[in-house]
Nanobody, 125 residues
Framework: QVQLVESGGGLVQAGGSLRLSCAAS????????MGWFRQAPGKEREFVAT????????YYSDSVKGRFTISRDSAKNTVYLQMNNLKPEDTAVYYC??????????????????WGQGTQVTVSS
């Protein structure tokens, strides 16, 4: 069982930046797809970004493209989400998730089977 621990959330003013981290325990993470999702109160969990740990591709939702950057440090089994130009509508609990990677990209929560505990991001206007 993979364990994921997120960190880096907090309170920031609109236009500010935050960097989230997701550290994964275990080995063999080059075969994993790691994603970031978020869930605002009363809303469904939505896809933010994803990255295969063994490939250079990155994928983003339209709502964050150009503002957020997902990256990885494979030596540390850690994935980051750099969030710039934050907006009040980015306020949510952010979760990282992981699944085995066999070439397909998944952008729905149902596609992932291991989740972190989440970290709150609040953007004030």
């Amino acid at each position: 069982q993979v364990q994921l621990v997120e960190s880096g959330g907090g309170l920031v003013q609109a236009g500010g930046s935050l960097r989230l981290s997701c550290a994964a325990s275990g080995r063999g993470f080059n075969n994993y797809l790691m994603g970031w999702f978020r869930q605002a109160p009363g809303k469904e969990r939505e896809f933010v970004a994803t990255i295969p740990l063994g490939a250079p591709n990155t994928y983003y939702s339209d709502s964050v493209k150009g503002r957020f950057t997902i990256s990885r440090d494979s030596a540390k089994n850690t994935v980051y989400l750099q969030m710039n130009n934050l907006k009040p509508e980015d306020t949510a609990v952010y979760y990282c998730a992981v699944r085995l990677y066999a070439g397909a990209i998944f952008t729905t929560a149902e596609g992932y089977n291991n989740w972190g505990q989440g970290t709150q991001v609040t953007v004030s206007s």
